[in-house]
């Protein structure tokens, strides 16, 4: 091969490279094990005109003058040849033709040899890569993939306080992109140039639960006639009201998913940070309403290349490009996103699955956890947390507990409540109203009365929202329904004060005998629910309410203020927000 067609092969094989990095933006790092995989094959493609094409006789030259071996024979002479760089060497070759296949075979070999030495760094490369898998392979760290994530123990009813009815987050995001996709489809100044993005962030924005999203191009066209003056609007939905807002930006939003070359927002981020090993980038908007992205750095922590966890933290402002890289720890409070949800429920496996070794995972499996197959968002503390059920590894329809991840800081509580599952609450959810073949959502999880309560929407066949469930966790009997969150709330309270929860008697202590209650009734009043009557009472000289269905006594609908009675209630504790329990009534 001469040296030009040397140098062009060089060329082109360069920008055969770039071009492939430029469309895969994989990190230059070492520790990435596709950048090592691409490494060792770049590798073998630069030494190849040294190597493969030099020992298959791929580099002839002008031939010289045959001579004869120095013994004299007839039969074999040497031949001059020259190489990549003008590297000269001679071969043994035969004058009697090819040979047989065999001859030819044994020929290709020999040739070889002479290549061998370029041909062992790729070689060796991929044997180092195999290697480094093995320092972080499960059977020999499995215990170290179990301490990613520390799980502490947790107060329900200290931890996850209780939301009044009007702050519930009741649109899921399947109906918040349907709010804002309709929400654009009326504004007919952008909808022919741009589209809504289906990012749908859930964030914390200004103390409510927000879905937020850009607008993207609607093809290279609009994307050609608008990229000087970018993005101009956001869309935001409300969680609580499903109110949805086209927040106009000051400066139309430059770096986008949607853009095309240097500012795609994935491309302007790895030219800056090259061997930066980054996660998905997530749409995020700041207390002003002004648009960031926030990717999370990666680092292995077991091995060369497993364990991956968020070491640092991009934010980059989607209107200017400018970027800066922190410390998990020093990530603003604003952000909500930092952690991958991903990346949490894969920790809590590992955590669930190799607390006791390897092995134990697929022998035995004692004490062995897993994740639901599903996972939520709660919002709390100005913060999103992400929520899982924790059930054994056996097929069965109740949790052992479960845990809310705060996204930002990756601060992880477990509560150790045996409740029924999410899929089983749907279930309860949907055969309330069975006959209406509504469709539950994956639900939320809420503190109703100090009790871990399961709330979704129930939709139809057209996916539109007709009722909304209250399921208690501990008991997925205690099902409530409304065509309001209020309606819902208020029946499953009813539901709760009804005593309609399980109690074994073991967990009736002393201080929960029934206890005698008199006086003069004060008020009475009755409500409907599901086709049985419940009535609340109030008695002059005790603050609380209590409330009896009508099975407990005929003489419920009679009752009127000034009555005096004798009622046996329900013993122990009450929370102020829900009335104690008429066991049987008397009227004087």
């Not at 933006?25 to 950048?35: E, Y």
């Not at 497993?306 to 991009?314: H, R, T």
């Amino acid at each position: 091969m001469k040296k030009k067609t040397l140098v062009i092969y060089y060329i082109v094989l360069a920008v055969a490279i770039f071009l492939w990095w430029y469309f895969t933006l994989i990190p230059i790092n070492f520790r990435d094990p596709g950048f090592f995989i691409s490494f060792i094959v770049i590798s073998f493609l630069l030494i190849l005109p040294f190597a493969g094409l030099l020992a298959l006789g791929g580099f002839k030259s002008k031939q010289t003058k045959d001579q004869t071996a120095d013994d004299g024979s007839e039969g074999e002479v040497f031949r001059e040849q020259v190489g990549p760089f003008g590297i000269r060497y001679r071969t043994r070759v035969s004058r009697t033709g090819p040979g047989t296949p065999a001859d030819q075979l044994r020929r290709i070999f020999q040739g070889l040899k002479k290549g061998s030495r370029l041909l062992w760094i790729p070689i060796i490369l991929l044997i180092l890569f195999f290697v480094l898998q093995l320092t972080g392979a499960k059977i020999f760290r499995s215990r170290d993939f179990a301490k990613l994530i520390n799980k502490e123990d947790g107060d329900f009813a200290k931890d996850v306080y209780e939301i009044e009815f009007y702050d519930i987050p009741t649109v899921d995001r399947d109906t918040a992109m349907r709010l804002g996709n309709k929400r654009m489809g009326e504004m007919a100044e952008l909808v022919s140039q741009f589209d809504v993005a289906e990012d749908y962030t859930q964030i914390n924005y200004k103390g409510r639960p927000t879905r937020v999203t850009p607008l993207r191009y609607v093809d290279v066209f609009k994307w050609f006639n608008n990229r000087k003056d970018g993005l101009p609007k956001e869309v935001m939905v409300d969680l609580i009201t499903g109110e949805v807002t086209m927040h106009t930006l000051t400066k139309g939003m430059k770096y986008s998913d949607s853009d095309y070359f240097f500012r795609n927002i994935s491309r302007h981020l790895r030219f800056k940070y090259p061997t930066a090993i980054m996660g998905d980038e997530r749409f995020e908007v700041n207390d002003d309403g002004t648009p960031y992205w926030i990717v999370p750095v990666m680092k292995p922590k077991i091995g060369w290349f497993n364990g991956l966890d968020v070491s640092e933290v991009i934010v980059c402002n989607a209107i200017t490009g400018e970027t800066m890289k922190v410390p998990v720890e020093d990530c603003p409070t604003w952000a909500d996103r930092v952690y991958p949800p991903e990346l949490i429920i894969q920790q809590l496996d590992w955590n669930g699955r190799y607390q006791r070794g390897f092995f134990n995972s697929l022998i035995g499996q004692k004490g062995v956890l897993r994740t639901t197959q599903g996972y939520n968002y709660l919002a709390l503390y100005d913060d999103v947390y992400l929520y899982t059920g924790i059930t054994s590894v056996a097929s069965d329809a109740s949790n052992l507990g479960f845990v809310l991840v705060n996204l930002r800081t990756k601060d992880t509580k477990f509560y150790p409540v045996s409740s029924a599952d999410e899929y089983s609450a749907m279930a309860s959810a949907e055969g309330a109203v069975q006959e209406k073949r509504y469709s539950s959502t994956f639900p939320i999880l809420l503190n109703v009365s100090d009790e871990p309560t399961y709330c979704m929407a129930l939709k139809d066949d057209a996916q539109l929202v007709k009722m909304y469930a209250l399921v208690n966790a501990k008991n997925y009997q205690v099902t409530a329904t409304g065509f309001s969150i209020r309606e819902a709330l208020s029946n499953y309270q009813l539901k709760l004060s009804g005593r309609l929860k399980v109690d074994t008697e073991d967990d009736v202590g002393k201080d929960e005998k029934p206890i005698t209650i008199k006086g003069k009734l004060t008020d009475i009043q009755s409500v409907v629910l599901e086709g049985n009557t419940y009535y609340y009472l109030l008695l002059e000289g005790h603050s609380e309410v209590l409330t009896a269905s009508i099975t407990v006594s005929q003489q419920l609908p009679f009752l009127k203020p000034g009555d005096e009675l004798s009622l046996v209630c329900e013993g122990g504790d009450v929370n102020d927000n829900m009335p104690r329990h008429i066991i049987s009534l008397e009227k004087k």
